[in-house]
Structures are given as structure tokens and as C-alpha cells.
T-cell receptor, first 113, second 118 residues
Framework: DTGVSQNPRHKITKRGQNVTFRCDPISEHNRLYWYRQTLGQGPEFLTYFQNEAQLEKSRLLSDRFSAERPKGSFSTLEIQRTEQGDSAMYLC???????????FGPGTRLLVL | GNSVTQMEGPVTLSEEAFLTINCTYTATGYPSLFWYVQYPGEGLQLLLKATKADDKGSNKGFEATYRKETTSFHLEKGSVQVSDSAVYFCALSDLGGAGGTSYGKLTFGQGTILTVHP
């Protein structure tokens, strides 16, 4: 069991730039989630996929955010025209079908200058 | 909508002290309840869970009982260790629980920082 991996672990960018994060879930898990965590707060749900289908998106996910999961394997989260308010930890989690438990990756910490 | 409220932190205890971290929730239907822990520099790890009323989740000496009548899921440990120092998050899963067949997003509380001194 290699666990959920995320890359990069840290990203510093300038306001207005685009960034892309990658998540590799546990291989047999067909459910994949993205969350955002700001300092001193609990994670907030952004979006989730069952296989390659994006089933739900939070209102937090503005038009500048897009997520994909081609072929139901890894997923990417892209933020266009980053803003300072996008600075946060972006967490990915995966889970098997018909089980509630989600397994989290280490996160990607984004800092927008 | 769903929400989770945790007791205000941080919590500072001496080793071997008793720990309680309060958690209450608001949800429709029959949510499943979780405690996750985040050790310094590490990702979120599932600590324990309960899927229906009166269930008790337990792991590593920690316990929490799903109380539907008080909508609570308080975390307890009889004797904490320095290695328990971490941030603890209470969470609920929408559409989960007994009778549910689909499992969706987690709603988290704001987290409680626990520091245990020798």
C-alpha cells in the first residue's frame, strides 16, 4: 500500500500565474476528493470524482478552478490566474467504493505572492 | 447544511492526564462520524469512526460514542502521552451511515490543537 501521493508538496507562485497539482490515489480506490485547508481551519470540500466522473463541486470552486481525472486514475487540480486568497493547503483523498473512510495524501501547500 | 463544531483550543495537558475534546454536529439523515488526527508535518490520518447511533469507535486508547440524542461525538482518552500531541478534527460524512449506499464528502470541524507535556 503506497498511500495517496501528491505533487508538488510545496508551490510558490506569483499572483496571476496558473498552477497545477497532481494527486495519485490508492490504486484500487475509485472515489477521489479534493479539499482545501487554510491555517487554523478544518479542510473544506472542493470536488469529488467517482472513477472519471466529476460528481459534485463546491461553491468554493470558482471558475478559475478546474479538476480532472482522466481514465479514473490520477487527478489534477488547476488554478488559473491565482490570487493571494488561494494560498492554502490542497488535500487529496481517496476511498474505495461503498466505504465511507477516506485516505488523505500529504497535501500541496500553495503560497501566492 | 451539515456542520461540525469542536471545542475551542488549544488544549494543554500533562502526560497521563484525561482528555476530552467535545464535538457536536448538525446534519440531516444519518451521518457517519469520524475523528481524524494530524501529527506535525504529516497528513490527516483516520483515528476512529462510528456509523450509527450508540456505536463506539476506538483506536490507540482513544474512544468516541455516537450520541444521536445530543448530536455529539466527543473524543476521550484516559491517559495521554507526549506522542499524542497533534491536531484533532471531528468530521461527518454526508449520505453515509446505516442504510446509506453512497458516501460523499466530509464536513470537518475547525480542529483542536492538543499539546501534552512530560
Amino acid at each position: 500500500d503506497t498511500g495517496v501521493s501528491q505533487n508538488p508538496r510545496h508551490k510558490i507562485t506569483k499572483r496571476g500565474q496558473n498552477v497545477t497539482f497532481r494527486c495519485d490515489p490508492i490504486s484500487e480506490h475509485n472515489r477521489l476528493y479534493w479539499y482545501r485547508q487554510t491555517l487554523g481551519q478544518g479542510p473544506e470540500f472542493l470536488t469529488y470524482f467517482q472513477n472519471e466522473a466529476q460528481l459534485e463541486k463546491s461553491r468554493l470552486l470558482s471558475d478559475r478552478f478546474s479538476a480532472e481525472r482522466p481514465k479514473g486514475s490520477f487527478s489534477t487540480l488547476e488554478i488559473q490566474r491565482t490570487e493571494q486568497g488561494d494560498s492554502a493547503m490542497y488535500l487529496c483523498a481517496s476511498g474505495p467504493a461503498y466505504q465511507e473512510t477516506q485516505y488523505f495524501g500529504p497535501g500541496t501547500r500553495l503560497l501566492v505572492l | 447544511g451539515n456542520s461540525v463544531t469542536q471545542m475551542e483550543g488549544p488544549v494543554t495537558l500533562s502526560e497521563e492526564a484525561f482528555l476530552t475534546i467535545n464535538c457536536t454536529y448538525t446534519a440531516t439523515g444519518y451521518p457517519s462520524l469520524f475523528w481524524y488526527v494530524q501529527y506535525p508535518g504529516e497528513g490527516l490520518q483516520l483515528l476512529l469512526k462510528a456509523t450509527k447511533a450508540d456505536d463506539k469507535g476506538s483506536n490507540k486508547g482513544f474512544e468516541a460514542t455516537y450520541r444521536k440524542e445530543t448530536t455529539s461525538f466527543h473524543l476521550e482518552k484516559g491517559s495521554v502521552q507526549v506522542s499524542d500531541s497533534a491536531v484533532y478534527f471531528c468530521a461527518l460524512s454526508d449520505l453515509g451511515g446505516a442504510g446509506g449506499t453512497s458516501y460523499g464528502k466530509l464536513t470537518f470541524g475547525q480542529g483542536t490543537i492538543l499539546t501534552v507535556h512530560p
